[in-house]
Structure formats: structure tokens, C-alpha cells
């Protein structure tokens, strides 16, 4: 702890460059001064070649954001009125008053058509556009976020990862936030998510890539609703309803989500496994043809400023999903003493509760001095009661086990930031963050077979403190650099209440370097490069005791040992307008992988996520946008080596394999736009792991009627191509399976706008930096 200490003192002495970000915002009326609802901001460079931002009026109001220092031309054209133009030097934030006058022209009937990409490029970080009529037509932000370029949601669709990366960060209001909370917002409380490849040391040192999603901040003066509602057709019927609305007096502002999610979800695998020291190979295909899924998500929140940048926010979020869940398994298990065909029935009743909240206190204690302070308290509860029968060759369904399973886990957080403006070119950041989690996780299994009781009894206790500091800064305005170290202090230890030892007792403080540096060659090209070290550790509920039957030689199992990833990686990145080419090298201690292995002490196979010795990889990528009067499009290819090794494993030939985006989107009218695109995956030999290729197509048109009432027709993965294959041979198993994905899908939603308002903002940020290992 004193090298905590002692570099806490040291990161309050460290000064920091920065270059500003500007923004340019504004009011449009016409002449009689009412406010104009609808319509096209543009910002080009001074020469009115290259389009820099884009944005659309609502309500009077737009704003453009993160803007450099430099000259623009502003464009604001709305169908009826005459152009707006003006150039604009940009060295501080502006906010205009504009009237707009009618065009002096009148027209019978005119209809006008535009397309903006909702996918955009900058320095290799990709964001998404939410408020674009194809993305905002979707039930959920996790529908959302599969459309992101190298996105990868997992067929039970409660992980994610990105490829090259692993699992992201994900960050809501500049703080971080588990997957959980992500799933409960509304998709309309969204303005954007963006892929931050190359996050800086104010992020958290856990994962190689930031997902951060930035809500809607011009929030309207009175009452404003949103309803959708989505019918789902898969193998079996989804429905989705939500509802998310706010209140403003003009000063405070309440806002509210709620969603119904009425799901019935369809899951299979299949893997045969072969254990040739053991004369052991065994067969199994698991079923699920109806999981009846409910998910009740909400939220609350309250902002109310103090004075001009002075504010107090509170929010919470909840989310309660249970599952009815009857499994079919299939099992073949031949050995020594014979051959065993098996069929089990198990029944599950599975329950999870997720609740956060937080308070933010947010002062400018000067006009070089912003301090943010902030606690949250988490909880996340799951209880699973199974019923497993078995019939063994024919002989008929017995009861064999009843399991009884309870996890719970407390989080609590409390974080620190001050910002130093030393003047207008400088910048300080540095903050400390503590965190204390308690889990507790109960297994009773009754087996009638030997009329066998066993208990599990598990405490996990475990405290992360850290603290950071970052420099960035300009350098004669052509190069921006980036320096941050963060520190973090981490002690675990979780034992079962029947024993003295502890099961696994861990102690250390560990240093995570970034660094960044970006050269612009001129007024359209960058280069950057980035250095990074980070962490990955296991959810809680992945160091917990809960088992899950699979078949009566198969179970699903926790390593309450599992060691955290520590990832060193090195990047590149060239832009060139909208378009950029990447490089990427790391390497990476102690991955973590989903393996079989075989218990000589239960004389049964465990499937369980396990560390293996080392990964290491480089990919090249190459992103292009590209927009022209009604037709977008986004395309992105990389070439991906990687390569997973461990002394038990056998090494198969490493190849490379090739990762392709593509997303085409055509305004047909004024309120009509059509989708089509997806994804390549080739066949990927990853050293120890090989894995099939893929290609995922997809398709979507929506329709505004009547201005407020929003229709859409999507069909996902319409080849039925989203299965995933895997073979491995490790520690003695050799196993080949494939996990099937219910995504083919016919949706058809409707949404609807209800209320009308001025605009106000709100403004909240989580606070715990392990959300997202509440699960």
C-alpha cells in the first residue's frame, strides 16, 4: 500500500498539456420567432470541401461538439426556409441566434432527400449514431450494439466482445458501467456509442477497448414520451415493449425508462469430446425449446444544478429477469465398462436481480479547478433451483438430483477527479477510486443415487483501490500527445465456511503505463500511435461455487482460482479524412478460455472457463466511409493473426484470418430508409483453438408516418449462418462442438413520440469501476 501512497503524492505534482475541444450550439427560429423543428446543420472546412461534422435540428436546437481550433464554414438548410451560411474562426465555445427567413419560392410539391453515414471514423474510433431511423427502431441497446463494426454479442447475448480486443469497458456519462445497466436503457435515452480502440489512462485499467455511450443531453422543458413496441420472430415469439419519458420546470429535470420484455429463447450445443488416457469419449447435444425469458428494466433519475457548472445528480437502475428453463440433453458415454445412451430432462428456475444507484456532486471550484466526487452502491442476486431426471438406456426417467443455488454480491464505490486548467493549453487530471465487493454463493445438491448430500458454502471478499493521473497535450498545434499511470492495490480472498484454509488468497499492486501520441501531417491526415497495459479480471460470479448439470458426465463449473489477463499492446493508426488504416501488436498473460476438462476426483468432465499460459497477435484494418446523396456506407476489413498457446495444449498451425464489415444504408424518401449489409468471418486456426467461418446478413426498412409515429420491418442473419464451431485439444481432452445461435429473425416495431419542449441537460455519472463484473 505505501507504493499506492507514495505515488499519489508523486501524480499531484505532474502538470498536463492538452489541446481545447470546442463546441458550436445554437437556437434557430423563424421570423415570427418560433422555434424551427426540423433540419440539416452541416459544418465543412473553410473551403467548403470536406464535410467535418454533421448534426440535425430538433426543436429549435442543435449542437456540434469536439471540435478543434480552426476555421469553418456552418450551413444550416431547412426544406421551406433559405439557407443559412456563415463562416465561423473557432477558438472558443459559440452560441448563435439564427433566423431563418421563408423561401420566396412557393412550392406544390417538393420532396427532399439526404443521407448523413450514421457510422462515423476518427483516428480508428467508430461511432454509431443511435438517433438514425435504422438503429433507433430497435428494441434494445443490445440490438444496437451487434451493428457496430467488429461488435460480437454472444448467443446467449448477456457478453460481448470486440475482435482483436476481448471484452470492452463500457461507459456511460464518462463513468463506467456493467452490461447489465447498458441492457436496461432505453434505446431513445441514447445519442450515440462509440468503439474508443485506444482508451487513455482516465479510463480504468481493465480492457483494451472503451464502449462509451453517450445519452441524449438536450432533453426537452415539459413532458416528452417515448413508446415502442417490437414483435420478434425467431424459432419462437419475442416481444419487447418500452417506455422512457422526462420532465423538466426549466431547472430540474426527472427522467424515466421502463421495459417489458416477454421472450421465448431457443439454445443448443452439441461437442464430442474424446479423454484417450482415461478410454473415455462421450457425445452430447442440449436443448432448449423454449426458455420463457422475462426482463423487467428501469430506471430513475434526478438532475438539479446548482449554479452555472456546479450540479447534483442521483440515478438508479434496475433490472429483474427470471427464467423458466427446461433442458433436453442427449448423451452418448462409452468407456472401459461400456457403453451408456442417456437422455436428461432438467428443470430450471432461474432468477436475477440487478439493482445500482449513485449520487454525483459536481463543483468548478475555480475557473481552473472542476472537482467530480461521487458514491454507488451496487447489487446483483441469482438463484437457480434445477430438477435433474435421467434415462439410461431405455430403462426410463428417474429423479436423480435436486440443486438448490443462491449467489449475491454488494459492491460498494466511492471516486474522486479534479481537472486543472493551468491555462488555455493545459491540463491536469488525477483522481483515486475505492472499491469494496462482498459475494456469497450457497450450492445444496441432493443426489438420490446414494442418498448423498453436498453443501457449498463460499464468502468472496475483495477490495480495489487505485488511484491515476494523466498528461496530455499539444506541441505547436501539429502533434497532441498523451501520458497517464495508473496505480491500483487488489486483495482477494474467498473460503468455504467448512474449511480453515481460504480456497484462494491474493495479494498485489500492479502499474498500468499508457501513452499516445498523434502527428497531423495536414489539415486531413493523422498518424497515431499508442501504447497500452491493462488488466482483465474474472466476474464475481465467476469466482463463485455454482455448478450447472449439462449431462451426468458433464458439468458446468466456477474457478474460484482464476487469475486476472494483464495485456501489453502497441498500435497505429493512419487517418486520411474519414478513412484510416490500423495496426495492432499485443501479447497477452494468463487469457482465459472456455475448455473440457476431466476430473480424476469426480470421475466426470467439468466445463470451465480456465488460464492458459499466453496469447499473442497483430492485426492490420482498413475502415471506409463513404456517403452520396441518398446512399451511405461503412466497410471494414482486417487481417487478424492470433495465437493461443499453453505447455498442455496441442499447438495446431497458426493462420491468418479475415474479419469484413459492410453497412449500406438509402434514403428512398424523406421519411423511407432501407438497410442491407453484415459480416465475414473466415475460418480462424488460433493456435490451440480452431473455429469456423461465418457470414451474417442482414436487412431493414423503416418508415415515419405522420411525423411521430415510426415503423420498421428488420430480418437478421437471414442465411441462418451464425453458428459457432470449436475444436481444441488440451490437458489431455480432445473436444469438437458447435454452439448454435438463435439470431434468423423477422421483427416488425412501431414506435411513437408523445409531448413537445424546450431544451435542458442531464448529467450522471457511475462511479464504480467493476459494474460490469456484477454478473
Known sequence: MKYLYWLIFCFAIVP?????????????????????????????????????????????????????????????????????????ILNENIELQIVLKEALTQLEDVEVVAAKNPITNRNGNLKIDTQNPIFSSMPDPIDVLAKLPNVQISADRESISIIGKGTPLIYLGGQRISFEEFATLSVDAIESIELINNPSSKYEAEGRAVLLVVRKRNLQKGIKVNTSETVSFRRNINNYFNTNGNYSNGKSILQGNFGFNDLGQWESH??????????????????????????????????????KDDHVSFNTTFRRQTNKAPIETETLIRSEEGEDNVSSESKND???????????????????????????????????????SNNFNQAGFNLDEIREQEYKINSLAFRVDLEHSVSDNLKWEFGANLNEARAVAF?????????????????YNEKLHSAYSALSGNVKNWIDYNLGL???YNKVTGQLESEVSPLV????????????????????????????????????????????????????????????TLSNELSANFQWKNKSINLTYYRNANPTYFTIQYDDGLERAILSTINLEK???????????????????????????????????????????????????????????IAFGGWLLTRRQEGIFQRNNMLVLDATVTKTLFKKLQCAIRLNDITRAMNFEESYSINGVEAEGVYFADAKEMAFSVKYVFGNSKVTKFKNKDVDENLDRIN
Open 350 to 388: 432461474n432468477t436475477k436481480d440487478y439493482f445500482s444507484s449513485n449520487f454525483n456532486y459536481n463543483a468548478r471550484l475555480s475557473k481552473e479547478f472542476n472537482l467530480f466526487t461521487g458514491f454507488q452502491y451496487s447489487s446483483f442476486k441469482q438463484t437457480l433451483d434445477t430438477e435433474v
Open 615 to 673: 496469447e499473442s497477435g497483430f492485426s492490420a484494418g482498413l475502415t471506409l466511409p463513404f456517403s452520396h446523396k441518398k446512399w451511405t456506407s461503412t466497410n471494414t476489413v482486417s487481417l487478424i493473426y492470433n495465437k493461443i498457446e499453453d505447455g498442455t495444449a496441442d499447438l495446431g498451425n497458426t493462420n491468418p484470418y479475415v474479419y469484413a464489415y459492410s453497412n449500406q444504408q438509402f434514403a428512398i424518401a424523406k421519411d423511407t430508409t
Open 486 to 488: 495508473r496505480i491500483e
Open 270 to 307: 452439441t461437442f464430442a469430446f474424446n479423454i484417450p488416457e482415461e478410454d473415455i469419449f462421450s457425445d452430447y447435444l442440449v436443448l432448449i425449446p423454449l426458455n420463457m425469458r422475462q426482463e423487467f428494466n428501469g430506471g430513475l433519475g434526478f438532475f438539479h444544478p446548482l449554479k
Open 16 to 88: 498536463t498539456y492538452c489541446q481545447n475541444e470546442y463546441t458550436i450550439s445554437g437556437n434557430v427560429t423563424d421570423e415570427n420567432g418560433h422555434l424551427i423543428s426540423l433540419g440539416d446543420v452541416l459544418l465543412y472546412d473553410i473551403n467548403q470541401k470536406d464535410l467535418v461534422k454533421y448534426t440535425q435540428l430538433l426543436d429549435g436546437e442543435f449542437k456540434l461538439e469536439g471540435l478543434l481550433e480552426n476555421s469553418y464554414h456552418l450551413i444550416i438548410s431547412i426544406l421551406g426556409y433559405q439557407d443559412y451560411t456563415e463562416e465561423i
Open 505 to 564: 488468497e491474493r495479494e498485489n499492486t500492479n502499474l498500468f503505463p499508457k501513452a499516445g501520441l498523434n502527428i497531423k501531417l495536414d489539415s486531413t491526415k493523422t498518424i497515431s500511435v499508442n501504447f497500452a497495459r491493462s488488466i482483465s479480471r474474472p466476474n464475481f460470479s465467476g469466482t463463485s461455487t455454482i455448478r450447472t448439470f449439462i449431462n451426468p458426465f458433464l458439468e458446468g463449473v466456477n474457478d474460484v482460482n482464476l487469475l486476472p
Open 443 to 459: 450450492t445444496k445438491i441432493q443426489e438420490f443415487e446414494g442418498n448423498t448430500e453436498t453443501i457449498f458454502d463460499f464468502d
